[in-house]
């Protein structure tokens, strides 16, 4: 579906296992910063209403699920922790196109929908190769989300910029994007 070049090493859940707590505090960080990244597309989009809405309940859900992450922190006993720098995430922003107004738009709708992709992907991995019954169950269900979160971004910046175009970016940001998550998957973190 997300045409991700370099799939994940479903090792990298041995490693996100062994230490829980820290997965968990940077997966609950990495919640806060998507629901800060879709405020921020809002204040760049004033005048697109619908999209406006979209990117609300987006910032929405990204809370519910910070929440989610820090109730499941609290019930073992852990301590949400200060936020955690996201190497990943600065290694793509560093791609954004800095051209024009709506082509720096159409690029952060392609960097959000590039984290969602590999967030999904991880999560699935997650699902499919830690023992926690519960984490198994939370994760797939978010795996849905970031799916749909994903399709949500994709469709944004196809609807500010010409498709054809925005399709070949893509490609770009796809072939970007395996270069830099081959330097991850060796840490207890959601994109590390």
């Known amino acids: 579906m997300f045409k991700l070049k370099l799939p994940t090493d479903p090792r990298w859940a041995n490693i996100a296992e062994g230490n829980i707590e820290e997965i ?4 609950a960080w990495c919640e806060q910063k998507a629901a800060s990244n879709a405020i921020t597309l809002v204040t760049m989009l004033p005048e697109h209403t619908e999209i406006v809405t979209e990117l609300l309940a987006i910032a ?17 006993g852990f301590v949400l922790g200060n936020p955690r720098k996201d190497d990943y995430v600065n290694d793509l922003f560093k791609f954004i196109v800095q051209g024009s107004r709506e082509q720096f738009i159409i690029d952060r709708m392609l960097f959000a929908a ?12 997650l699902t499919e190769n830690i023992k926690d019954e519960e984490l ?4 797939r269900e978010l795996m849905i989300s970031e799916a749909n979160h994903y399709t949500t971004f994709i469709g944004f910046a196809r609807a500010l910029g010409n498709p054809e175009e925005v399709n070949k970016r893509w490609e770009e ?5 395996a270069k830099v998550i081959k330097s ?9």
């Not at 590039?114 to 991995?125: H, N």
């Open 24 to 27: 968990l505090t940077d997966h």
């Open 60 to 76: 929405q859900e990204e809370l519910e699920h910070f929440q989610q992450v820090h109730e499941i922190i609290k019930k073992r």
């Open 114 to 125: 590039m984290i969602e992709a590999r967030s999904c992907e991880r999560f699935k991995v």
């Open 136 to 139: 198994k169950t939370f994760y």
């Open 173 to 177: 940001w796809l072939e970007y994007e």
């Open 184 to 192: 991850y998957g060796k840490k207890e973190t959601i994109h590390g």
